[in-house]
T-cell receptor, first 112, second 112 residues
């Protein structure tokens, strides 16, 4: 069965430090992978996606994600965190369909 | 939140009443989706539609109904059969070949 796991409910990082939000997936074949961000009481905003090609994907607001097929992971990264990055982050996967399967979300807290 | 609007932003309902949540998009997207978001559970798919006059059940369709009479509109009705309807409801749309979904701002439904 297709599934997405975000193993950390919350990630805490100091402003200026690098951040990583983890995502692993269980999908047969070649998945499409996505990251979204959600601010309080708002809809989700698309950050980036991986479909094929370069394993390092760059997205909005300085975020990037690395696709690792052998580890079935798609971790979200940023070299230098900002307080304004504090939000709820969702990883999602699709296998050649119009449907997305979402992880349970990771709350990122960036401290000044 | 792109070209997707949801109304109302907040909705209060008495037990036993049906309510309809509005979702409109001007992105000319073929596919539209309804999700339910509960704390700690991520997003769960209620219904989706890939074309006008056609829709499919998602993972938690019981107690909900939809229609897709126009490409730009995908209203969701929460019926009295839904046992625990209090949640944050998100509508999304996508261009089928690109997979990333664009979300509306959400409707928070509270049953009194």
């Amino acid at each position: 069965a297709q599934s997405v796991a975000q193993p950390e409910d919350q990630v805490n990082v100091a402003e200026g430090n690098p951040l990583t939000v983890k995502c692993t997936y269980s999908v047969s074949g070649n998945p499409y992978l996505f990251w979204y961000v959600q601010y309080p009481n708002r809809g989700l905003q698309f950050l980036l996606k991986y479909i094929t090609g370069d394993n390092l994907v760059k997205g909005s607001y300085g975020f990037e994600a690395e696709f690792n097929k052998s580890q079935t992971s798609f971790h979200l990264k940023k070299p230098s965190a900002l307080v304004s990055d504090s939000a709820l982050y969702f990883c999602a996967v699709s296998f050649n369909t119009d449907k997305l399967i979402f992880g349970t979300g990771t709350r990122l807290q960036v401290f000044p | 939140d792109g070209g997707i609007t949801q109304s109302p932003k907040y909705l209060f309902r008495k037990e036993g009443q049906n309510v309809t949540l509005s979702c409109e998009q001007n992105l000319n997207h073929d596919a539209m989706y309804w999700y339910r978001q509960d704390p700690g559970q991520g997003l769960r798919l209620i219904y989706y539609s890939q074309i006008v006059n056609d829709f499919q059940k998602g993972d938690i369709a019981e107690g909900y109904s939809v229609s897709r009479e126009k490409k730009e509109s995908f209203p969701l009705t929460v019926t009295s059969a839904q046992k625990n309807p209090t949640a944050f409801y998100l509508c999304a749309s996508s261009h089928r070949e690109r997979n990333e979904q664009f979300f509306g701002p959400g409707t928070r439904l509270t049953v009194l």
